[in-house]
């Protein structure tokens, strides 16, 4: 049965893939995002009838941006680890209180279901044991931080009428309509096939649990359609136990899926503290969740893109924190040379 369905950050790099494989589910789609990286990921949908948008900043949405709607997916917020640096109060308020608030103006509106992208990140620094749903939370970043600190608070918020959900998400790979070449598989990817070479950096030896996202869009599916009892007030991880890599592996993967030689260099570097090898039976056991799309399946679908021209890697939107960092220093100097409020 056709669903009426909010999501938020619908215009970035897992939202749009997400919204795209809802409506050939035959669902309706109301995306809200701030659209900082534009309009061109939603390009596809604007005609389609059930599909709309609303430019709006999560911290300002109302119960009447949310009315009628069955159920909200929150994938909103500032998106990785170097951007939540810029501005750490700013992430604060966006990560942590914004999320909050699209789950507190989802209740007030009689919205029953609501599901937030969480990330495996939350577990932070481990000795390479399995984490599990349950195991000791220690963030190392400000972005795993602010994301334990928005699934507490709307965890309180859930009830027998108000279904909350926490997807904790393996690190996501593969194509988008707002590419990313600041993720672990695309990253090493898209300089493999432009510059020849993989930089393994932080070391090499800590793990990554990773999941192509396609198979983030079908996971937020099946979570919409399982039954109440089993995923209210619950947490899952989500990826595949045989996608959890050290990052020397994933270079050699990358290296060896591509048709060219690739050269592949550790770089001196500090070690890196993130360190998570992730367990991901709870979904596969209790909702029978198994991804479908393996690293090579994304390596190649990249290399596919990049070679035909379909994505420019050197797109300067494609990496999250020079992008966000053009628009501080461009909003910086605007604020400057404005006269009464105007440029020209």
């Not at 596809?44 to 119960?63: A, T």
């Not at 195991?135 to 859930?158: N, R, T």
């Not at 994505?311 to 400057?336: A, N, R």
């Amino acid at each position: 049965m056709s669903k009426e369905i909010v999501v938020t950050g619908g215009g970035g790099y897992i939202g749009s893939v997400l919204s795209n494989h809802l409506l050939k589910q035959g669902h309706k789609i109301k995306c809200i995002d701030r659209f900082y990286f534009g309009f061109e990921p939603i390009q596809e949908f604007l005609g389609n009838e059930s599909y709309q948008y609303l430019q709006k900043d999560i911290r300002s949405v109302k119960e009447e941006d949310l009315t009628g709607a069955d159920i909200v997916m929150d994938l909103a917020g500032i998106s990785n680890d170097p951007a939540s640096d810029l501005n750490p109060s700013l992430t604060r308020k966006i990560n942590h209180k914004g999320t909050v608030n699209i789950a507190k103006m989802a209740k007030v509106a009689g919205v029953p279901r609501y599901i937030m992208a969480s990330s495996c990140s939350i577990y932070g620094a481990s000795d390479g044991a399995k984490l599990f749903e349950d195991s000791d939370q220690k963030p190392v970043s400000l972005y795993a931080k602010s994301k334990v600190a928005a699934e507490k608070d709307v965890l309180a918020l859930g009830d027998d009428d108000f279904c909350v959900t926490f997807l904790r998400l393996a690190t996501v790979f593969g194509l988008s309509n707002r590419m990313r070449f600041d993720l672990i598989v695309n990253i090493m990817s898209m300089y493999a096939i432009t510059k020849g070479r993989i930089l393994i950096t932080g070391g090499g030896k800590q793990w990554r649990p990773l999941i192509h996202v396609q198979d983030v869009a079908r996971a937020f599916n099946l979570i919409m359609e399982s039954e109440t009892k089993i995923v209210n007030q619950n947490a899952f991880n989500i990826g595949s136990n045989n996608q959890n890599f050290q990052v020397a592996t994933v270079g050699r993967i990358v290296q060896q899926t591509l048709p060219m030689p690739i050269e592949v260099e550790v770089v001196p570097d500090d070690v890196d503290k993130r360190n998570y090898n992730v367990s991901f039976d709870k979904v596969q056991n209790s909702l029978g969740f198994k991804t479908k799309y393996n690293i090579e399946f994304g390596v190649n679908e990249i290399f596919s893109a990049i070679t035909n021209g379909l994505i420019d890697p050197q797109d300067h939107k494609t990496v999250t924190v020079k992008y966000y960092s053009q628009l501080i220093h461009m909003d910086k100097l605007l604020s400057q040379i404005k006269l009464r409020g105007r440029l020209f």
